[in-house]
């Protein structure tokens, strides 16, 4: 079981109530007059999650005063993009396990994940046109595009073991970070603030986004699959030179850059353990922890800016969580 540093308690969690909004929200969105969608999006999203995107949404609005339904509403669009992007990324990398449980197009076959993902990116647009705000189509219509970008990016460099550290950093920006970003930059935008504080939120989630998704790339070398919810090993697997991989062939003997490069560029997941042990040997485990680290506090930083408040203080405790867990 994780950690209670992994988790947020849900009984003592202050964004409790709201969560259970947003998953109203969910709920009442997802329906659909065809069955097969109604059953694929339920078991996706009913699938759970840490929820991260819808929080960022809630507790920069909180931060800064605002209490607005809408609040809702565009928490429960960011989680439909996100499960979108999971639905798509699973049958690229032909995934079979997410969150611990079978993943969508392991159990309702390829096409029908494709399209159902499809089906809650356009109800997402939806239920952003509903709030009728400009400003939230720009930032959220960007942000979908860049998303997409970085998944063409990603699967540009499979199986490169000559990949540059910049350009795998680039590929979190726009896959991951950029999502984060958005939905930080969201509650800011439905508060009314001005650009230049809108531009603080959207660092910190740009931040905390790049930190979170260093971290899950070097569990894939440390963590265990009850931890995880996914099978240790799925990124070798697909060939993906994420930094783990790529420190440690920077650091590694020439015996061990070369078990690294062939295991990247065949996909070598039976080498998964000789390549734990390079990477954990080589230190770049606990480098790849520390650039986590490193991108949380810049996150940290830019919270200056916020006034004191529990929303505030549970955004400086994202930041700690993203970094120091295990799942």
């Known amino acids: 079981m994780p950690s209670t540093n992994d988790t947020i308690d849900a009984a003592t969690d202050p964004l409790d109530l709201s969560l259970q909004r947003v998953d109203e929200v969910i709920r009442a969105r ?8 109604d059953q694929i ?3 996706i999203v009913g699938a759970g999650g840490k929820r991260i995107r819808p929080r960022l949404v809630l507790l920069f609005a909180e931060a800064f005063g605002f209490e607005g339904p809408e609040r809702y ?3 429960a669009v960011v989680e439909f993009i996100h499960t979108a992007t999971l639905l798509h990324d699973d049958v690229v990398d032909e995934s079979a396990l997410r969150r611990g449980r079978a993943t969508a197009n392991s159990m309702f076959g390829n096409a029908a994940s494709v399209l159902v993902g499809d089906f809650l990116y356009s109800r997402a647009f939806q239920m952003m046109v509903s709030i009728d705000r400009m400003r939230v189509l720009e930032v959220l219509a960007e942000a979908t595009n860049v ?4 998944e063409v990016l990603q699967l540009l460099n499979m199986h490169d073991p000559d990949l540059e550290v910049e350009e ?8 991951t970070a950029k999502l984060f970003e958005a939905s930080a930059r969201l509650g800011a935008v439905l508060a009314r603030t001005d650009r230049a504080t809108e531009e603080h939120c959207a660092a910190f989630g740009r931040a905390l986004g790049t930190a979170f998704q260093l971290v899950d790339d070097l569990l894939d070398y440390e963590g265990h699959a009850e931890q995880l919810g996914k099978n240790v090993g799925d990124d070798l697997r697909e060939g993906k030179p994420t930094l783990p991989l790529l420190l440690a062939m920077n650091r590694g003997t020439v015996e061990q850059r070369q078990t690294v490069r062939r295991a990247i560029e065949n996909g070598e997941v039976e080498r998964l353990q000789d390549i734990i042990s390079i990477v954990k040997a080589t230190g770049a485990i ?3 922890r520390e650039a986590a680290r490193r991108e949380a506090d810049k996150a940290r930083q830019c919270l200056a800016a916020l006034p004191p408040s529990t929303a505030r203080d549970a955004l400086l405790e994202l930041c700690a969580r993203s970094v120091d867990r295990s799942s």
Do not use: Q
């Open 30 to 37: 997802l329906s659909s007059s065809v069955a097969l969608i």
């Open 73 to 75: 509403e565009l928490a």
């Open 286 to 288: 606990d480098a790849t």
């Open 147 to 150: 998303i997409a970008e970085g």
């Open 41 to 43: 999006s339920t078991y």
């Open 168 to 175: 795998y950093l680039r590929v979190i920006r726009f896959k």
